[in-house]
Every structure is written in structure tokens, then in C-alpha cells.
């Protein structure tokens, strides 16, 4: 059974600081791995979406990276703003008939300004 | 613009009721999910259903049941309500586009629902 972990559970930076989230998973058999962002009390919003075959997406500030071989994933933020201030999490697509997607219990980001 | 919708924000329920919680999306899309969210334990994904009148269980589907009649609509109900299924629930759906890998799921608001 997949299972997927994140670290830090929280994290607080000041503003302007590049930072790194942390998502490992234990199945390397995967479809896609995906990141969202979910801010208090909201639903959950996708950021990036990594193929299986890809190493790499990113969205302006936002870099995400696959090592499927490994189990890992990282979410890159460069020049952190307040406004990213929210949780993070990060979910692995797999081979269900819909392609299910198990998630981590999420990295809490506080950007300090 | 992708639109996932569900009936409550907010919700207040005894214990033993019947409770309903609907999910729509205006995607025309094939696969839908209901997840609870709790703290620390992250989403965990209770039933699915990848076309109408389908449905497929998920990691945590005891003392709960779906249906879907209509392919925009999915709807959760918990027969008997308990104060352990005090959570967030979330709906989302996703397209079966063939093309393997890059089917991204929309979530709706949630719903926070209390058990007493």
C-alpha cells in the first residue's frame, strides 16, 4: 500500500527566503505526483502536476522535482512572499481505475514578513 | 473556469441522523472522489466512482455509502451518523483524458461537518 510522508510537518521562514518541502513515497510505481497548496478552512488547489516520465514542472516561483527511482520529491519556492503562507501537500497518482491519488499529511508554511 | 461545488459549508448533525452531503461539478468530468480530512492523518479517500451509477471503495469507507444517478453529481451519506466522522470532507473530480498521468483533480470548498 502506498504511502506518502512529508517533512517538516511546519515551517516558518522569513520573507524573501528560497525554502524546500520534502515528499517521499514508498511505491515508485506511480502515474503522477502532484502538488497543492490548501489555505485554512479552504479546499485544496493544484500547483504542479509531474508525469511519471518528467523530472521536473515548474510555475513561476514554483519548481517541483520527481525521483521516481528514489521516492522523492521536492517543492522549490524561490523568493517566499507572505502570501504563500499555506499548507502544502503533496499526492501520488496511482493505478486505480480513476487514479487514485494518496496524500501526505502536508508541510504547514508560515512566511514571516 | 472548473467548478467543484458542495451543498455546505458548515453542517451540525446529531447523532444517528442521516446525513447527506452533495458534491456537483459542471466539468462533464467522469471521475469523482470524496475524501475526509483530519488532522494529522492528511485526505483519506472514503469512495470513488469513475462514471455514473459506479462506485469503488477507498481506504476508509466503513460507515459510509455513495451514489451516483447523475455524472455531475456524487453525493456521501453517512447512514447513522457518529461523532468519530466529526471532520473536513472534501469532493473532487477529475477527467479520464487517455492521456496516462495527466489527470489533475479539482476539489471543492469542503465541508466541515460536526457530530454531537
Known amino acids: 500500500k502506498q504511502e506518502v510522508t512529508q517533512i517538516p510537518a511546519a515551517l516558518s521562514v522569513p520573507e524573501g527566503e528560497n525554502l524546500v518541502l520534502n515528499c517521499s513515497f514508498t511505491d515508485s510505481a506511480i502515474y503522477n505526483l502532484q502538488w497543492f497548496r490548501q489555505d485554512p478552512g479552504k479546499g485544496l488547489t493544484s500547483l504542479l502536476l509531474i508525469q511519471s516520465s518528467q523530472r521536473e514542472q515548474t510555475s513561476g516561483r514554483l519548481n517541483a522535482s520527481l525521483d521516481k527511482s528514489s521516492g522523492r520529491s521536492t517543492l522549490y519556492i524561490a523568493a517566499s512572499q507572505p502570501g504563500d503562507s499555506a499548507t502544502y501537500l503533496c499526492a501520488v497518482g496511482g493505478r486505480g481505475s480513476a487514479r487514485q491519488l494518496t496524500f501526505g499529511s502536508g508541510t504547514q508554511l508560515t512566511v514571516l514578513p | 473556469d472548473v467548478k467543484v461545488t458542495q451543498s455546505s459549508r458548515y453542517l451540525v448533525k446529531r447523532t444517528g441522523e442521516k446525513v447527506f452531503l452533495e458534491c456537483v461539478q459542471d466539468m462533464d468530468h467522469e471521475n469523482m472522489f470524496w475524501y475526509r480530512q483530519d488532522p494529522g492523518l492528511g485526505l483519506r479517500l472514503i469512495y470513488f466512482s469513475y462514471d455514473v451509477k459506479m462506485k469503488e471503495k477507498g481506504d476508509i469507507p466503513e460507515g459510509y455509502s455513495v451514489s451516483r444517478e447523475k455524472k455531475e453529481r456524487f453525493s456521501l451519506i453517512l447512514e447513522s451518523a457518529s461523532t468519530n466522522q466529526t471532520s473536513m470532507y472534501l469532493c473532487?473530480?477529475?477527467?479520464?483524458?487517455?492521456?496516462?498521468?495527466?489527470?489533475?483533480?479539482?476539489f471543492g470548498p469542503g465541508t466541515r461537518l460536526l457530530v454531537l
Open positions: 473532487a473530480s477529475s477527467r479520464n483524458t487517455g492521456m496516462v498521468g495527466r489527470e489533475t483533480q479539482y
